[in-house]
């Protein structure tokens, strides 16, 4: 069959290209609550219970009761563009990094001390410089971190890793699928000094190296790196893939059902503006899931094409379909003259084959007689002499 038939028929009307607010609220219950009671379950069969600290304040923020509920989005066409592939973020209204006691490491671009003295400003705010535990650069960080060991470490000490977004790209390769294959994956944070004339951005020459004062004042002010990361604690990651899906952390398990339908929807909407090109007309599918539960779906499309010209009427699809039928019994006819031309090339080498034999048959039945009249003729003159030797005597 042709890969441009139609699989379905057009919508008159069109898709309705916006998520039904009921249905995902829908699945948003029914999800948290099969996480929940799969929780229950998962501690009355657990055979090692802690003596202190069952019915502390922070269980709620262990992984056991804040399993993460990702949301699955499905193309209809591969992610290429390559700024789309590059790490960004969503705002979300509902943050998943809410807790007090988060731990955050920022990885920045070299020279580290740089953004340490911006942390340690007086107008930094204190409440947040206390949770930015860990300021690493990045050749530091290929340094001291190269074995499998140290990354997993480095992982299980932070809660928040935040990247600058001039080195972001260059991070996955450095810490590997211990972070890249997690929901800690390094958010991108804007943090470096922007040049402005007259309220324009100015762009700086690549080809021109920077001075070290320059190199020294490469982070933005005090107040305004705390913004930015404040902000960025506030959205969701988005990591796409060269591929059809992608999977996007909303929420977790004690969320209630309408603040993860709120970050579902938030979500949705920004993928479809920024990341996904063409946007709602290339979105096939959404799906939300647990970490280990199956994907409820939440949105599904009518059509299966991105662009109308896609689409095969059907005077076209019968015009295709009398060209295949066409095309399939030319091919048909072509392949009996190839059979034909094969089975001809085939009795002609077996001709030969026997045509060589019979010859050399009668070539050996014909040494066989020569042999054999030789024979005879030696036979008849060592016997005539005899004969006449006779006659003579008798003839005396």
Known sequence: ??????LTTKVASGSPYQLDNPQVVKASTALLRHIKSAQ????????????????????????LNNEAVWLLLTTKKHVVDKNRLKPGKITIPHSLNSSPSLSICVITADPQRGFKDVVADPAFPQELSSRIEKVIGFSKLKARYQSFESRRQLFSEHDVFLADDRIITRLIP???????????????????????VDGKRVKKDPKKKPSKEEKSASFAAPLICAKEIERTLHTAAVHLAPSTSSAVRVGSSNFTPEQLSENIAAVVNGMAEKFINKGWRNIKAVHVKGANTMALPIWLANELWVEDADV???????????????????????DEKLLEGKKTKKTKSTEDDD?????????????????????????VVTEAPKAVKKKRKSTS
């Open 174 to 196: 450095t810490l590997g699928k211990i972070f890249y294959k997690s929901s800690k994956r390094p958010i991108p944070i804007r943090i470096a000094e922007i040049e402005k």
């Open 40 to 63: 229950q379950e998962k501690e009355k069969s657990a055979t090692k219970k802690t003596l202190i600290g069952d019915n502390d304040s922070d269980d709620e923020d262990t992984p």
């Open 1 to 6: 069959m042709p890969s441009s038939t139609a």
């Open 355 to 379: 045509e060589a034999e019979s010859a050399a048959a009668r070539k050996e039945k014909l040494q066989k007689q020569k042999a054999k009249a030789l024979e005879d003729g030696e036979t």
């Open 312 to 334: 095969v009427e059907e005077d076209q699809t019968a015009a295709i379909e009398d060209g295949a039928k066409a095309g399939k019994k030319r091919k048909s006819i072509g």
